[in-house]
């Protein structure tokens, strides 16, 4: 433990965090040494394991300081609010992340309960309560039908993302938020063709509609 009463570094903290992020992208999730991170920071090992006795937790804050707190979706518009959420998934698993590190820190995690916890919290949960609450507040307004379990709904549009990020690409032609969305919509619609048509419309010209009680 730390010596009472002493506070931790934010300075220390940031490099250490910004330099696992560089090492993840230099070398890999199997090259990731916490040696090289101290070295690279500025501090010791020891001193980290003081801040962070488990390296998966270390390896979850560093991904966490580059993802931002997705914003809910608010675009007088169903069908929009539902791509802003596919595209704001996929550029954060597959423009912010490091390469490769996803699939290995979720495989650690999974042994330990309290980490798989934690990994969801900070990294799964912000962007799935985002989707939830687009898709809440969808069936609201009476855009999608009254039975749609929100939950389910946001796992369907978010499995394709989460897949490539696990599993890489699994097809020839990468999926459209546009693609991904409308095949989902065309069952939890109510009125399908009225959503497209209310996305087509410019964003200025677009009504808020009445939420139904």
């Not at 001193?47 to 991904?63: E, F, G």
């Not at 390469?99 to 799964?124: F, I, K, T, Y």
């Not at 693609?179 to 048509?197: C, E």
Request: proline share 8%; hydrophobic share 45%.
């Amino acid at each position: 433990m730390s010596a009472a009463g002493r506070p931790r570094d934010p300075a220390i903290d940031a490099a250490v965090l910004a330099a696992t992020l560089e090492i993840l992208r230099t070398d890999g999730y199997p090259g990731f040494a916490l040696e090289a991170v101290a070295a690279r920071a500025g501090t010791t090992k020891a001193a980290m394991r003081r801040r962070w006795p488990l390296r998966q937790n270390l390896l979850i804050d560093a991904l966490a300081s580059i993802l931002a707190i997705p914003p809910v979706p608010d675009n007088n518009c169903t069908r929009c609010d539902l791509m802003q959420s596919v595209r704001l998934l996929d550029e954060a698993l597959h423009e912010r992340l490091p390469r490769g590190v996803l699939a290995p820190l979720v495989a650690d995690c999974a042994r330990v309960p309290e980490l798989h916890q934690r990994l969801m919290e900070v990294l799964v949960q912000p962007s799935r309560q985002a989707a939830t609450a687009a898709v809440e507040q969808a069936v609201s307004r009476g855009d999608l039908r009254p039975d749609v379990d929100p939950h389910v709904l946001v796992d369907l549009l978010a499995a394709s993302v989460y897949q490539r990020a696990l599993l890489g690409d699994t097809t020839t032609a990468r999926p459209s938020a546009a693609d991904t969305v409308d095949l989902l919509l065309r069952g939890a619609a109510v009125d399908f063709d009225r959503l497209v048509r209310i996305s087509q419309t410019p964003a200025h010209l677009r009504q808020h509609p009445a939420s139904h009680t």
